[in-house]
């Protein structure tokens, strides 16, 4: 009965207005030259499949030089580089670790 009371308004019942927050993204880097595949699967447009080929392309020709490299993975080009770029932890300057 009181359910039904305040449900037509009764005992100044009202609408509340809720202010809710902006919905967050979820933001993250990912470093591809220590990235295990379960983590290179976050990225959009990565499967299991395409994230294996990735370690393996590591394993195999060593480490990316810098984040366009990835294109040398089959599977990956520019449209999917693109779409996982704001992911990728950015490579450091070769030539300033170097000390050159």
Known sequence: M?????????WQGRLVEI???EPLVA???VDINSADWPELIQL???????????VASRETDGP???????????????????RIRPYLRPM?????????
């Open 2 to 10: 009181v359910n039904w009371r305040l449900s037509q308004g009764g």
């Open 44 to 54: 959009p447009g990565i499967g299991e499949t395409l994230a294996r080929r990735i």
């Open 19 to 21: 202010d809710r927050a």
């Open 27 to 29: 933001q993250f880097e």
């Open 92 to 100: 450091p300057d070769v030539d300033n670790v170097a000390g050159k």
């Open 64 to 82: 990316f030089a810098d984040n366009d490299d990835l294109c040398r993975v089959p599977g990956i080009g520019p449209k999917t580089l693109d």
